[in-house]
């Protein structure tokens, strides 16, 4: 074999390589799917294309809230769901939060103290502070960081130190679990909006 051919086979070799670790890293079976955030809020759309509340807000581990109870400061006060969803409640125990909205969770307790404890007891449920959102892959700095309302995927690069250089600035995706409770893909743009406990991913470019 001549060297011209010997080092176009070994180009060709090196070429076949790389495109097989980029089909076995873009291979996740994770379902892609359609965005449904928009700018103008953290949550997600409504049927009408308006962005759902603070009350559609679906609680998660690590969630933080204040709960009260009115006319009873021993049930009141500030409770973060573990890392499970499930909060640890006085006099009734673990209830298990994770998927609810603020007022289902309000409706949880207040059934679970009446009668037993309370008769028809006025229960609120306020959301603190939202769990985390993580940034993983080619980034400076990669981790969980602390979720801002309308936070977009550029601004959780840049809290995450900015790209490396072998980042793949121009496409990444965001990993979340939804409504049913199943783990999909958003691909994301720069000013996709992030909800709490996403994970955005950034890739490694090959070329």
């Known amino acids: 074999m001549s060297k011209s051919k010997a080092i176009f086979a070994s180009r060709l070799c090196v ?6 670790l980029v089909v076995a890293c873009e291979s996740d079976p994770t379902p892609i799917v359609a965005d449904t955030t928009s700018l103008t809020g953290s949550g997600p759309k409504t049927g009408n294309g308006s962005v759902a509340s603070t009350n559609d807000y679906r609680l998660g581990a690590n969630d933080r809230t204040r709960i009260t109870v ?3 400061p021993n049930l ?5 769901l573990d890392g499970n969803g499930v909060v640890a409640y006085p006099l009734v125990g673990n209830i298990n939060a994770s998927g609810l909205t603020p007022k289902e969770l309000q409706q949880a307790i207040a059934s679970k103290l009446d009668p ?19 940034v993983l892959g080619e980034v400076q700095k990669p981790g969980n960081y602390p979720y801002v309302t309308d936070m977009t995927a550029l601004n959780a690069v840049a809290m995450a130190g900015g790209y490396t250089y072998r980042a793949r600035t121009t496409q990444f995706y965001i990993k979340r679990l939804d409504t049913n409770g199943r ?10 909006v992030l909800r709490p406990g996403d994970t955005l991913e950034v890739a490694e470019r090959y070329f």
């Open 183 to 192: 783990m999909v893909k958003v691909a994301a743009r720069p000013d996709t």
């Open 116 to 134: 037993d404890y309370l008769r028809n007891p006025s229960v609120s449920v306020e959301v603190l502070t939202r769990r985390p959102f993580y």
């Open 76 to 80: 009141t006060g500030e409770f973060t």
């Open 70 to 72: 009115f006319g009873q």
């Open 15 to 20: 070429a076949a390589c790389v495109l097989g």
